[in-house]
């Protein structure tokens, strides 16, 4: 018996090991085509030298252009004095320095190819040779090795005819053992490393800085760039699958940035090196993805700042490149408005198409329904408009929070309900068995219902139920049930724009008796309270909150208050309600509306079921 199990162990093991090699075999072929088109010379990524000369003339004839050439070239100026990357961790991180030497290279290199200033051309080698010295790029927080791929791959490309022959060679040297053969010893693995195959943004970073390091060297590294691009290529299909089915991202607005930044990296470096998308951009939602970054940026330029995400907003220069992609050119026109201080290739893909989201028949309203979030606002171009985000979702998403049925609101230029954002990644437990006791990630913190004030379940989704959009009424309705486990049998939240004026979000829960329900805002506006009526102010803007039901609820205000060394909130507080469940299932109905002068005399909607609003799915 023990020589027949010790064979079945041998064959199995020999199976997995055939197994392993076929698919490695598989890889290599893959890539091996797709480098079957690849461009002779340098530069190849990116920025052609065909390309250059016409973003040249862009710069001369287009003053939008002209002055983002003039905020790169201050910047470039700003650069020549700074130190180098340095090998320093902060907790398990190098990221902070892979990332100053990405972002140093696209600046001093694009500016040198533009204006031909040597020093520029200089001073990114120099970040380069530093980053080459360094022991290693910290392969065990592999976006770090990833993101230091990129930049020095973008470096060696776009400089390539001012590099000597020995920092041609420093530099490849330091690619191929710090970056590439890095990234062949994890797909390699008997089991691939998770994060080659993972469905958020760690997939696109990885695969994506190692596929654009492969198309710089492939010429000279032929075997390991094609083992390493054929994986890239073939495991970032994984995560582009989450844009399906209309373009949302269930990790947040900044992880959308951070995760999309990086496959339009990957597919433009792919597209101008090898003349092929890889046939990755085919799916619809990926196509649509800009759209779901229009929504979630208010009229004053903040995220709905779900997940582990922050509500500022700075560009978003993929949705330049997406824009000619996919011939949506509101995503350029939308990117022109946001920009402040331009990214290097925000320029590299300028585009002076595009007119604003009304014009262009964008809707004010969407539903993002592969992840349950919604969106709603009075106006694409009043910056005093209202504007509401509002999530059911996942609390299983990568960088969740428990904050189903969440929501922010913008008006007059102020966001009154507020996410509190991320805390420290670097605090015990973060990522892991100590994540829900943080109070920025616990359900209290955000605008929701609290039960019993305890967390909801970490594994809950929340579907949206109905959907509407009419100049009277733009809303959705999101099942919540399931975030409360056994503390209550129904529990759902409906929120509405209504006449584009003002908001009414109303809950329906069915619950044992006895039941502690807490109803939730955060603000950093000043509140008066006057019990079922409250009005916050922030300047000479307010917003009228008022208790519609249950008749007896009163507003509270609940310190927004946390141990160190979590991060601190002086400036916030919870406007709550909290009431009591009976015997019959409990309804409550809050309006906010903004204003400026004297409040607002419009009487109160008359309340109907949630089963009976409008848009039911």
Known sequence: MHNYLTGCLVVAMCALAAADAGAQDDATARGRELLATLRPGHPRLILTNE???????????????????????????????????????????????SRACLDRVYTLALMYRL???????????KEMLAAAAFPDWNPLHFLDTAEMT????????????VLSPDERATIRAALVDRGLDAGRKSYDAPTP???????HNWNQVCNGGLGIGALALADEEPDLCAFVLGNAAEFIKIAMKEYEPDGGWAEGPGYWHYATRYTVYFLASLETALGTDAGLCGGPGFANTGAFRMHFVSPIGQAFNYADAGAGTGPAEEMLWLARKFGRPEYAWF??????????????????????????????????????????????TDPDAVFVGFKGGSNQANHSHLDLGTFVLDALGVRWAVDLGADNYDLPGYFGNKRWDYYRLRTESHNTLLLNGANQDPKARAPILARSSSPEWAGAVADLSAAYGARATSVRRGM???????????????????????????????????GAVAVLT???????????EPSDAEFVLIPADAPPPQAQQPNAHKLAIRVTTGNEP??????????????????PPTLAPLAQWPGQL
């Open 51 to 97: 390309d250059l000369a016409k973003l040249k003339a862009t710069v001369q004839a287009d003053a939008t252009a002209a002055d983002w050439a003039a905020k790169l070239h201050d910047r470039a100026v700003a650069l020549l004095d700074a130190p180098t990357c340095e090998h320093k961790l902060v907790g398990p991180r190098l990221l902070a320095q």
């Open 115 to 125: 204006e031909g200033d040597q020093r520029f051309a200089d001073r990114a080698k």
């Open 150 to 161: 990129h930049a020095l791959a973008i470096g060696y490309d776009w400089l390539y005819d």
């Open 193 to 199: 490393a998770w994060w080659a195959k993972c469905n």
């Open 335 to 380: 990117e022109r408005s946001c920009v402040r201080t331009p990214h290097p290739l925000d320029l590299v893909w300028y585009s002076a198409e595009g007119s604003d989201p009304a014009a262009s028949g964008v809707p004010l309203d969407a539903c993002y329904m592969g992840i349950d979030v919604a969106f709603t606002r009075s106006s694409w």
């Open 496 to 530: 509405a724009l209504i006449d584009r004026a003002a908001v009414l979000v109303q809950d329906e829960i069915t619950a044992p008796a006895g039941t502690n329900v807490e109803w939730g805002m955060m603000t950093e506006a000043e509140a008066d309270l006057q």
């Open 538 to 548: 922030r300047g000479d803007a307010h917003l009228l909150a008022r208790v519609l």
């Open 586 to 603: 409990l309804r409550i109905a809050v309006t906010l509306t903004p204003y400026r002068g004297d409040p607002p005399m419009t009487a």
